[in-house]
């Protein structure tokens, strides 16, 4: 394998429409990065933002989050709620020292196989060039953070 | 990860898919490392297996599950939505519940999408990890079974959605046809004949629309829309608008006397397409059913100026009623078909073919009106003055169609309708006819027989995509007429062909509405507007949503029979759930530990279904599981985390994160 930093990307997908297009990507033999590991939801409306912050804490260096486009959610408008959950995830990041580019939203309908090929191609470009977060290497066995350091200590 | 529960016993089974997957995937690998790695997780048992769907890769499950007492099992194979049902039904007769085996995508999306074997195996492990975390923590659970109620709604009265509703109440069940026009008929109403047959098409239609009025089964519901759609598959309430008619359905006999003595005529934009004219107090035409007419309100001189009423004082029954208001009513039906139909695409998009700026270009709904012998010309093929017989007719395909500036599909029926007009215009009046075409599309049944036909009559067929057709003239021949400029691809050379009458064969739009058609029903449409089928080629008939089905050209062009077999088949499928009685629902809901809710009432917002009610007297919430359609939503903003979510729990989706990322802590340790 190549030196180049290889990230490791959850994407959350919606039963309805980006599963369905990453489906449609792989019956159409479309290629892209491997870098990114699927997780189905029944909607972008059940996307806990609990679920992220879970990922990036278990070793994920980026989180994909797509659902339906607005106005296209098969349960009426729950890709709205996923998306205000979204920005403010987003600012929670922020907050935390985490580059908030480190999670993206994206909508993909069932049709859009290529654009979710483009998206996570686009997606995994991106985080490499922010490099690796390493977030399950600074937390202790109970889960909490501590400082970097300190785990060095430990291990040593 | 629950410690003080017996330890799962999980089988893995990892399918080469032929090559499909075994050519990216090294197969035995990850067969291997499940054994070995994810048997502190639960793993008893790994295998791979050439094809696991085939009847001998479920023999193998089955087998495991009885004789080694496996309480889970993941399949390594294709998308779930492919084959969850078969590897569920597997489990379900070795006596283990359904709900307790994964599907991990291994082909979808990983041994089709990726290249490095190396890198895929890796990642098809992960895949695998991610599903056995995640079927430690699936719960068992009962299939939902809801009665379905024995009535339909059809939506749309084209001749899709008349066939449809015959099939349906032919075979005895009730059905409610709902058509927002006067009558129903849809596009078929306005045509003179029909290809190929060329069999006149109010003769095949009108006895159609006759049975459909009078079947005991059938509720017309004409002049109507639906406002309002709730419930699920088996259980929908209908809202249903019915417009004010300004005639007392009752008492009316579709004399038409109100209709003759209406003193007023306005341009008729629907069904004469412009061309014609209709009274006030109308019906669309004569064939019409329902037979009553309707007060065109916004162009009523009474509703104008509070005077006339001559309608009113000519009906013998005393049917006219000026005071009808709107009238909302609600119907529980158990399955919904949607035939709504096509729009046409608007000619004057394509400027420069002249159509609203130079008169002798005409689209072909206008065409097939003055066709028609009941039609403005009655049946007559003139120019727009309404007296001369054109010398020389262009007629042109593909106008909006297969255009990446318009739109980029075929519409599928203008190659055999421009055949069609060509065939009319040499029958009816002998001119020339030039037919411009980019390709010749005629693959149904007798459809390039027609074409063979209209070549032997004489028609001139020029290959090449039409540049413009103006008025300026460049000599004495041309002067006068309508020029077609046009590059002959197959002389290889440009040419200017001047005629008397043009005709442009719109292509087919999806309705001006269909998008919000689709959001009041909850179905999927693309991103031009046609409704999007649950399989293309295996399911053209039945959308994602349980429960509706899609037929005709509501879902993208077709012909007639086209059109026809699908009302049919969706009516088959229909009548299929209604003699099952019941449907069966896979059990993802919601459900509100009462004990944990603080009674916040964040959640009760969320739920577009209103299924979430919050009890004022104890302060909690609790979700009606009738209602509730399982997106989650809810699940996850419960601050008190009191929501549980089956099939998608949190400890699920947590779980599987731990899973798809135990390679990444696996190297940090
Ligand atoms: C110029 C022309 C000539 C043609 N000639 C031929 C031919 O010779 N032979 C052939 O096989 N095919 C021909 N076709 C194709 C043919 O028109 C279609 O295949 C057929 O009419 C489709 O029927 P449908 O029921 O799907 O749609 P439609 O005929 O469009 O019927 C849909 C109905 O639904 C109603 N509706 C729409 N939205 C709603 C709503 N929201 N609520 C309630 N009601 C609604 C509409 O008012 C309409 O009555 C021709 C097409 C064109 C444009
Ligand atoms: S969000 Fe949770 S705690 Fe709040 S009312 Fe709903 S169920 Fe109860
Ligand atoms: S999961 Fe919650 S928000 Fe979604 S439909 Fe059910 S009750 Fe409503
Ligand atoms: S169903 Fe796809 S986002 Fe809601």
């Known amino acids: 394998m190549s030196e180049q930093f290889e990230p490791v990307i959850i994407g959350f997908t919606c039963n309805w429409c980006s599963y369905r297009a990453a489906d449609l990507a792989g019956t159409a033999r479309m290629k892209y990065a491997p870098n990114v590991r699927l997780i189905r939801l029944m909607c972008s409306g059940r996307l806990d933002p609990t679920f992220v912050m879970k990922a990036l804490a278990t070793g994920a260096d980026g989180v994909l989050i797509t659902g339906c486009h607005p106005g296209e959610c098969h349960y009426v408008e729950q ?34 196989g290529t654009k979710l090929t483009n998206e996570i191609n686009t997606f995994v470009e991106e985080i490499r060039a922010l490099g690796p977060l390493g977030w399950n290497k600074k937390l202790a066995g109970n889960g909490h953070a501590v400082e970097e350091l300190a785990v060095e200590e430990v291990a040593a | 990860m629950s410690a003080e529960t017996k330890k799962p016993k999980v089988g893995v089974y990892v399918c080469h898919c032929g090559t499909n997957i075994s050519h990216t995937v090294d197969v035995e690998q990850v067969r291997d490392w499940a054994e070995k790695t994810l048997g502190a997780e639960g793993v008893v048992i790994s295998r791979d297996y050439k094809f696991m769907c085939s009847s001998l890769g479920q023999e193998l499950i089955e087998k495991d599950i009885k004789e080694m007492g496996l309480d889970r099992v993941v399949v390594a194979a294709c998308s779930p939505h492919l084959h969850e049902m078969t590897f569920r039904g597997a489990s379900k007769r070795a006596g283990l519940n359904p709900y307790l ?6 082909r979808e999306q990983v041994s089709w999408v990726h290249t490095d074997k190396e890198v895929a195996t890796e990642k098809a492990k992960a895949v695998v ?15 939902i079974r809801v009665p379905i109620h024995p009535d339909t709604l059809v939506v749309g009265g084209g001749i899709a959605g008349i066939q449809a509703a015959l099939e349906i109440a032919n075979a005895g069940f009730k059905v409610y046809l709902v058509e927002r026009e006067p009558s129903i008929g849809g596009h078929m109403a306005q045509f003179d004949k029909t290809f190929p047959t060329l069999d006149c098409a109010a003769c095949i239609l009108t006895p159609r629309m006759f049975e459909a009025g009078m079947h005991p089964n059938i509720e017309l519901l004409t002049w109507s829309e639906v406002t309002n759609v709730a419930g699920y598959v088996g259980n929908f309430t209908v809202t249903i608008k019915k417009k004010p008619r300004y005639v007392i359905e009752e008492l009316c006999t579709g004399c038409g006397i109100c209709v003759e003595k209406c003193p007023k005529k306005v341009v008729d934009d629907v069904y004469e397409a412009g061309l014609g004219y209709r009274k006030v107090v109308y019906t669309p035409f004569a064939q019409a059913v329902p037979k009553y007419p309707v007060i065109d309100a916004p162009n009523c001189t009474y509703f104008q100026k509070g005077t006339c009423k001559a309608c009113e004082k000519f009906c013998p029954t005393n049917a006219i009623d000026f005071n009808q208001k709107e009238e909302f009513i609600n119907v529980e039906v158990g399955n919904i078909i949607l035939a709504t139909g096509y729009d046409l695409f608007d000619a004057r998009r394509v400027s420069n073919y002249g159509y609203g700026r130079l008169a002798n270009v005409f689209t072909s709904i206008e065409f097939e009106r003055m066709c028609n012998a009941a039609g403005p010309t009655s049946g007559n093929i003139v120019l727009r003055d309404g007296k001369t017989q054109p010398k020389s007719v262009g007629i042109i395909h593909c106008v909006g169609s297969r255009d990446k500036n318009y739109n980029n599909y075929c519409s599928s029926i203008c190659c055999m309708q421009s055949l069609k007009f060509a065939h009319l215009v040499k029958e009816r009046t002998g001119a020339t006819v030039y037919d411009f075409y980019i390709d010749m599309r005629t693959p149904m049944k007798a459809y390039d027989e027609f074409y063979q036909r209209v070549m032997d009559e004489g028609t001139l067929f020029v290959r090449g995509k039409v540049a413009q057709v103006t008025n300026a003239a460049r000599n004495e021949h041309e002067e006068g007429k309508l020029i077609i400029q046009v590059e002959d691809t197959l ?32 179905i999927g449409c693309s991103s031009d507007g046609w409704f999007t089928e649950k399989h293309p080629k295996l399911d053209p008939i039945s959308t994602m949503t349980e429960g509706i089905m899609i037929a005709g050209t509501a879902t993208g062009p077709k012909d007639i029979p086209a059109s026809v077999a699908q009302g049919a ?22 459900s509100v530990n009462q004990e944990q809710c603080s009674g916040c009432r964040i959640c009760n917002g969320l739920c577009p279904y209103n299924a979430i009610l919050f009890h004022e007297d104890r302060m909690v919430s609790e979700i009606n599981p009738a209602l509730c359609q399982g997106c989650g939503t809810c699940v996850a903003a419960c601050p008190a985390g009191a929501i549980n979510g089956t099939g998608f729990s949190n400890a699920q989706i947590l779980a599987q994160i731990d899973g798809l990322l135990m390679d990444v802590n696996l190297a940090g340790a």
């Open chain 1, 79 to 112: 890709n709205y709620k996923a998306l205000r959950r979204y920005l403010l995830l987003r600012r929670v990041l922020k907050g935390m020292g985490i580059a908030p580019e480190r999670v993206k939203l994206v909508w993909a309908s069932a049709a859009e």
């Open chain 2, 101 to 106: 085996t994964e599907l991990a995508s291994i």
């Open chain 2, 129 to 143: 990890a991610g599903a056995v975390e995640r079927v430690v923590q699936n719960e068992p659970l009962e299939d």
């Open chain 2, 491 to 522: 002389a290889g050379k440009q040419r200017r062909i001047p005629v008397d009458m043009v005709v442009l064969s719109t292509g087919m739009e999806p309705r001006h509405d269909a998008k919000e058609t689709s959001h009041l029903f909850g």
């Open chain 2, 569 to 590: 088949a969706a009516a088959a499928r229909v009548l299929d759930k209604i003699l099952q009685k019941e449907v069966v629902l896979e059990p993802i809901k919601a």
